[in-house]
């Protein structure tokens, strides 16, 4: 009885290890499979040396110095203080400008380079640091932005009431 068991579970625990949780930079390989992200692909912003890429928590989506979305990686042996360190000398010898930068026990850095903006989350670990970068288009500047009214609009159409005028008031 327990033999009969044996060969449906087996197919199962195959079909389950078939299945793969991680993430595509959208890049395939000559076999048509999606190839596993590097950060050599990483061309516009510095990478600690020891970095570990946590592809589970990552998701890239574009090419070269035009992708978006969230980069996770760890820096063993290395502390959150040391990291927000390296992005605030290295950023800008990649031509990013600091907008705002906040150095706590979870630290936060915003960079602008063009119409591209990163923001970088750094916290300590049990082994180092963890960093979770976040890039994306300034607001106002990616493509569903293009079609967007403008910002001083024509008075509404005859007949509909147009908003509420506010006026500023002194402090008093």
Avoid at 4 to 32: E, F, Y
Avoid at 50 to 77: C, E
Avoid at 130 to 154: F, H, I, K, R, Y
């Amino acid at each position: 009885m327990q033999f009969r068991l044996i060969p449906p579970l087996m197919v199962a625990l195959i079909a389950l290890a078939g299945c793969s949780h991680g993430i595509s930079s959208g890049t395939t390989t000559d076999s048509g499979a999606a190839a596993t992200p590097t950060f050599s692909q990483f061309t516009d912003i510095p990478i600690p040396d020891s970095a570990h890429m946590d592809t589970d928590r990552s998701l890239l989506v574009g090419p070269g110095d035009s992708w978006v979305g969230r980069l996770v990686f760890s820096v063993r042996w290395t502390h959150a203080p040391e990291i927000f360190d390296f992005f605030k000398t290295q950023m800008p010898a990649y031509k990013w400008q600091e907008i705002s930068s906040v150095r706590a026990d979870i630290s936060v850095m915003t960079w602008q380079r063009g119409d591209r903006i990163a923001t970088i989350q750094i916290e300590d670990t049990t082994l180092g640091a963890e960093v979770t970068l976040t890039m994306g288009p300034v607001a106002g500047s990616g493509p569903a932005q293009q079609n967007a009214p403008a910002a001083n609009q024509p008075p509404p159409a005859a007949g509909v009431a147009p908003p509420p005028a506010v006026t500023e008031q002194p402090l008093k």
